[in-house]
């Protein structure tokens, strides 16, 4: 028997299995549970702006009798109402709806009233719901208006023992007033809160106008509205978003800026304050200068308040310009308007779209209302009707009824008797004697004139259309002057743009040092302290071995640098853009910066402001003498990339560069050979040729001499010294009266009374009294002193000694700082002594102690002079 009944079991279970592909019943799977998770969950009902958890809080509140003027209920015990009535799901994310709901930096306006910890905007959570009180608000209220008038459809909960309403009658538009947002499968939904009381002109305006165009709309809809306040730049992009349901737009928070502070009162809608706090201090921890000493929360009951206090010397403004472009004070916020529509479709909906469907669904709910409230007074009016008669003839109503001998056969003769219906002999019937006796006529003949006039108006509505539009909009426009409230977010004026990198930049002195193996490197200047002439200097860059600063100059974050090369192309950078390095570090390779190619080497750096003007041209002189004049203008386009400055012959290269004045009247050009020779001629001399241009002479050299430096002399600056500077560490200045104007491509006169042990002459170049000097030598040792420090000597001597070199080192290159550059160079007053203590004595040559000014003439002078 047993056998028989599983064979038996085993053939039923076949019977009822279907067979068809696997990919086919997974596919249908998925869609299902799409669309469920769609519907049912994420994506909120055009017409109510409500996802089905939130409404069935609603409701479960409403049943509760938990209105705006009744006590609290504990929240566990709404989330209890809920889950067992109508959403048998798990607890949590009833109660975390539920808190949502409550949030007013969540939600324009709460449709809940909760007391206790429900939140805040650093992002705290909610106080469990065992502690936490809530209730509906008033405006909560609207939405579940007239639901018992049959407004909306209802249909059986899960367990088919209670009905729960399919949308609500939603007096205000919540989509819209409170935004929504949602991830379903394979789509999403972002939808900003707005101002309720633009939203009511709005649709009253589209009432009066069906045909209004979106712009239109947007004369009332000024944008989203957050309750958190801020600001929305950009708003061009807003009437996009309105006309085709997505896009994005920029908001930021509400600050101000005071001498040494910022103080935000507003943040952008969904930013969390506390990492907003913490963002902004870790990345100001980051920086390697100082330019915040403390962020501090000072928000309290009345309001945000966010303090970020800026270190001193730092532009607050240039501190906000971080914090904008490194922080969520500033923010984009994606929209997407994608809702249920009436046919329980997902559908990405426009301004007027959206508008629409709720008006429609306002018409529906009216009209379904004023339907319910005239079948009701219509049947009342009958009822009354019925009982003016029998009261009419109360002895007669009365004993029909007592002689009755059941209650069929009294309204039977009740009807007959007084000519009524059954229904009105059942209500006659339904009141006892006492209250059948006391009712007076006059009452009955009142209350049925009112219904008549009940009757008449809600007629009267239901004929047309129209008067339920009219309606509609008498109602919106109450619900805005009864729950509107100002705007809390700012339309800004300003399109928004990425914060330009130089406005996050602190300005400062720097030093810009390039080796001759083409390693680039940004210090800071302060990193070079004053020492005496004579001095050893101190260790500034690290270099590999048989590297050495070649190039240095002193210029400021935000300038622009030209890089000339020897190949007669010129670069440009912005200093910001090279990487900064501590002392005793390499730097990084001019190729990570600068596209060069094999053999190029960097010859001059050159400082300039921002803009590539025609006010200025760019001067070239090679090591064969050959110059060049081209307008700065002509290099804008430079870049990383590089343009031809200078085309050179072969065998030759550019040694120097300078950028010169174009108004040239009274200039003088000054070129210095290594050999000790210079030449002084007039600038106008060199007119401005084009940038492919091979150029002029300059300068008429000896077979083993070439050009090593060219500086620029003002006519009237005859007390200005020239420096001159060899590879062995001498150095001098003489006079500028000292060298008279020749002409352009001249031999020159003897700069210096050369000598091989001094070494080849390193530079040239126009010096003041109140100036500094950086040297830096082929090891790597950096000295700064002042140019004071160096003797003013005639044309043709030795010099004296101006840096300590050990006996491998070299100068490698020499940087003036004018004083207008750097006003407190610091520690000009540090007594100049030599490494190991001792005074130093002015003017000594190195080994020899003979007096470095002795005028020692070469032999052929005369004709040099």
Do not use: C
């Amino acid at each position: 028997m047993k056998k028989e009944n599983d064979k038996n079991t085993a053939e039923l279970d076949r019977s009822i299995i279907i067979e068809r592909p696997f990919e086919e019943e997974l596919s249908e799977a998925y869609i299902n549970y799409s669309m469920s998770v769609i519907i049912g969950r994420a994506i909120p009902d055009v017409r109510d702006g409500l996802k089905p958890v939130q409404r069935k809080i609603l409701y479960g509140m409403l049943e509760l009798n938990l209105a705006h003027n009744q006590a609290y209920k504990k929240s566990a015990r709404i989330v209890g109402e809920v889950m067992g009535k109508y959403h048998p799901h798990g607890d949590a994310s009833i109660y975390d709806a539920l808190v949502r709901m409550a949030q007013d930096f969540n939600m324009r306006h709460p449709l809940v009233e909760g007391q206790g910890n429900f939140g805040s905007v650093d992002r705290d959570p909610a106080a469990a719901m065992r502690y936490t009180e809530a209730r509906l608000a008033k405006i909560a209220e609207e939405m579940l208006a007239d639901l018992e008038k049959d407004t909306v459809p209802f249909v059986a909960n899960f367990d088919e023992s209670l009905k729960e309403p399919t949308v609500l009658p939603s007096g205000v538009p919540n989509l819209l007033m409170n935004g929504a947002s949602g991830i379903a499968v394979g789509m999403a939904t972002n939808i900003p809160p707005h101002n309720l009381g633009e939203l009511m002109d709005a649709m009253a305006f589209l009432i009066d106008q069906p045909e209004a165009t979106i712009p239109e709309l947007l004369q009332f809809v000024k944008g989203p509205d957050f309750p958190t306040g801020g600001r929305i730049l950009g708003g061009e992009n807003l009437r996009s978003i309105y006309e085709t349901g997505t896009g994005s737009f920029t908001v930021e928070g509400i600050f101000t800026l005071e001498e040494d502070q910022i103080i935000v009162n507003e943040i952008p809608y969904g930013v969390n304050k506390a990492g907003l706090i913490e963002q902004i201090a870790e990345y100001f921890k980051k920086q390697e200068k100082r330019m915040i000493r403390d962020i501090r929360d000072e928000s309290d009951r009345n309001g945000m308040r966010i303090v970020i206090e800026v270190a001193k010397s730092v532009s607050p403004q240039v501190v906000l310009n971080h914090v904008l472009k490194h922080s969520s004070i500033r923010t984009s916020f994606p929209v997407k308007l994608l809702v249920i529509d009436a046919k329980m479709k997902p559908r990405v909906m426009n301004l007027k779209e959206l508008s629409e469907a709720y008006l429609n669904h306002r018409y529906s709910v009216i009209a379904r209302k004023a339907e319910n409230e005239l079948s009701v007074a219509s049947k009342r009016a009958h009822i009354i009707e019925g009982l003016i008669k029998a009261v009419r003839v109360i002895d007669t109503t009365i004993d029909i009824i007592r002689h009755s001998p059941d209650i069929p056969q009294a309204t039977k003769n009740l009807m007959e008797t007084l000519e009524i219906t059954e229904e009105q002999a059942k209500a006659i019937l339904d009141l006892r004697f006492s209250r059948l006796t006391s009712i007076e006529t006059n009452n009955l003949r009142d209350e049925l004139k009112n219904l008549n006039e009940t009757i008449g108006r809600l007629k009267v509505l239901l004929s047309d259309p129209q008067n339920i539009r009219n309606e509609v909009k008498k109602l919106l426009l109450e619900a805005k002057n009864k729950y509107g409230t100002p705007r809390l977010t700012k339309i800004g004026g300003e399109k928004p743009s990425e914060v330009d990198i130089e406005d996050l930049v602190v300005d400062r002195s720097i030093v810009i040092t390039v080796t001759k193996r083409g390693y680039i490197l940004v210090s800071e200047l302060q990193n070079y302290r004053t020492q005496a002439r004579g001095g050893r200097g101190a260790k500034g860059i690290k270099t590999r071995e048989e590297d050495f600063a070649r190039h240095i100059m002193v210029t400021t974050k935000l300038a622009n640098t030209l890089f000339v090369s020897s190949m007669g192309k010129v670069y440009s950078l912005k200093n910001y853009e090279i990487e900064d390095a501590t002392k005793g570090t390499r730097g990084k390779h001019l190729m990570s910066y600068l596209r060069l190619v094999e053999g190029e080497a960097i010859r001059t750096v050159l400082k300039m402001g921002t803009e590539f003007t025609e006010d200025s041209d760019l001067l070239f002189i090679s090591a064969k003498g050959k110059v060049k004049r081209t307008s700065l203008s002509d290099f804008s386009r430079a870049g990383t990339s590089g343009v031809i400055g200078l085309k050179l012959e072969e065998g030759d290269k550019v040694v120097d560069a300078l950028l010169v004045p174009a108004e040239d009247a009274q200039w003088n050009v000054f070129i210095g050979t290594a050999k000790g020779m210079a030449i002084r001629f007039p600038l106008a001399n060199i007119r401005r040729m084009g940038r492919a241009a091979i150029g002029l002479k300059g300068i008429s050299l000896k077979p083993d001499d070439l050009v090593v430096s060219m500086t620029l002399i003002h006519e009237q600056a005859k007390d200005e010294p020239v420096l001159t500077v060899t590879t062995r560490g001498f150095g001098k200045r003489t006079p500028i009266a000292s060298y008279r104007i020749q002409s352009r491509g001249g031999i020159g006169l003897k700069n210096l009374a050369w000598i091989p042990e001094l070494g080849d002459v390193l530079t040239v170049q126009v010096i003041n009294d109140a100036d500094e000097v950086i040297i830096v030598t082929k090891m790597g040792y950096t000295i700064r002193f002042s140019a004071s420090d160096i003797r003013t000597m005639g044309r043709v001597t030795r010099g004296v000694k101006v840096v300590d070199l050990g006996l491998e080192d070299e100068v490698a290159s020499v940087e003036r700082i004018e004083t207008d550059e750097e006003p407190d160079i610091g520690q000009k007053e540090a007594e100049k002594e030599t490494q190991n203590g001792e005074k130093e004595p002015v003017g000594v040559l190195e080994e020899t102690g003979e007096e470095a000014e002795t005028d020692i003439k070469s032999e052929n002078q005369d004709d040099e002079d």
